[in-house]
Nanobody, 118 residues
Framework: QVQLVESGGGLVQPGGSLRLSCAAS????????MAWYRQAPGNERDLVAS???????NYADSVKGRFTISRDNAKNTVDLQMNSLKPEDTAVYYC????????????WGQGTQVTVSS
């Protein structure tokens, strides 16, 4: 299976920006979706944004217009640019890979902490 490693988390003031990166351990082929999830203490893990191998992109309503997901196939990375950050964006952010063809499996990264606070 593909291993995923996130980076780029940290502490930022409200209104600031952070860029998260998720690096895959090898090239990903076939039909797949890569996504960013987040989980705040006491909450469930929720989808933030996703991008498919075909280029379809989806965002949670709470981040539309502020976050941008992008993919670099040459580097095997998926990034999440987060702008206009709010305290309620504070969470552990996880990268996830779902492969649909030719194999079906899911991989998660270890997570990276994002804290938005003054």
């Amino acid at each position: 299976q593909v291993q995923l490693v996130e980076s780029g988390g940290g502490l930022v003031q409200p209104g600031g920006s952070l860029r998260l990166s998720c690096a895959a351990s090898r090239n990903i082929f076939g039909i797949y979706t890569m996504a960013w999830y987040r989980q705040a203490p006491g909450n469930e893990r929720d989808l933030v944004a996703s991008i498919s191998s075909g280029g379809s992109i989806n965002y949670a309503d709470s981040v539309k217009g502020r976050f941008t997901i992008s993919r670099d196939n040459a580097k095997n990375t998926v990034d999440l640019q987060m702008n206009s950050l709010k305290p309620e964006d504070t969470a552990v952010y996880y990268c996830k890979l779902d492969t649909h063809y030719p194999r079906i499996y899911a991989s998660w990264g270890q997570g990276t902490q994002v804290t938005v606070s003054s």
